[in-house]
């Protein structure tokens, strides 16, 4: 899989907008971004992913630079159940495998 | 939405036995699984890749005659874990594709494996 880099931790205020970065710089063009969250002893949950236009659901925004080099996760409006380790993948392409990295532990504070 | 259900989601046995976990997608068929392991504070590690009807294939390092893995249906997966040994004790994920190709995978609930 395309490395990516991801800051180990954040904090964010309750309320707040969360702002996940992940690094992709060997990304390929037809090489998608996924997000994945795994809360505290559960299996991870998927997110949102993107190739190169901006995306949003229910969960989430996910917004790509235009080098596709780099993406930022947005969760608008952070609750306490948000928080958990957040996973940003970026799959080979053909390859269906997916391989976690370390992820960003987000904490949400009161 | 797609879900994946895996069972037991605890489980505690005595070393030298062997213990099944099951996985099972509710509502679609999934061709391909997967299995991780996740050791405390550690991310989730590929162990295998269950394809129904066919020989899961392995990671490297992880040892096939151990974890017996078999996908039997397009919905159940099972892993066996095999004269368990403490060092076997971890969380045990499985993950489901629904086919589409755009690795919107469904991953259970996981499953604690404690070998005393």
């Known amino acids: 899989d395309a490395k990516t880099t991801q800051p180990t931790s954040m904090d964010c205020a309750e309320g707040r907008a969360a702002n996940l970065p992940c690094n992709h710089s060997?990304?390929?063009?037809?090489?998608?971004v996924y997000w994945y969250r795994q809360i505290h002893s559960q299996g991870p949950q998927y997110i949102i992913h993107g190739l190169k236009n901006n995306e949003t659901n229910e969960m989430a925004s996910l917004i790509i630079t235009e080098d596709r080099k780099s993406s930022t996760l947005i969760l608008p409006h952070a609750t306490l159940r948000d928080t958990a380790v957040y996973y940003c993948i970026v799959p080979n392409f053909g390859n269906e495998k997916l391989t976690f990295g370390t992820g960003t532990r987000l904490t949400i504070i009161p | 939405g797609a879900v994946v259900s895996q069972h037991p989601s605890w489980v505690i046995c005595k070393s030298g036995t062997s213990v099944k976990i099951e996985c099972r997608s509710l509502d679609f068929q999934a061709t391909t699984m997967f299995w991780y392991r996740q050791f405390p504070k550690q991310s989730l590690m590929l162990m295998a890749t269950s394809n129904e009807g066919s020989k899961a294939t392995y990671e490297q390092g992880v040892e096939k005659d151990k974890f017996l893995i078999n996908h039997a249906s397009l919905t159940l997966s099972t892993l066996t874990v095999t004269s368990a040994h403490p060092e076997d004790s971890s969380f045990y994920i499985c993950?489901?594709?629904?086919?589409?190709?755009?690795?919107?995978?469904?991953f259970g609930s996981g499953t604690r494996l404690t070998v005393v």
């Open positions: 060997t990304i390929s063009g037809n090489e998608y």
């Open positions: 993950s489901a594709e629904r086919g589409t190709g755009n690795y919107g995978y469904t």
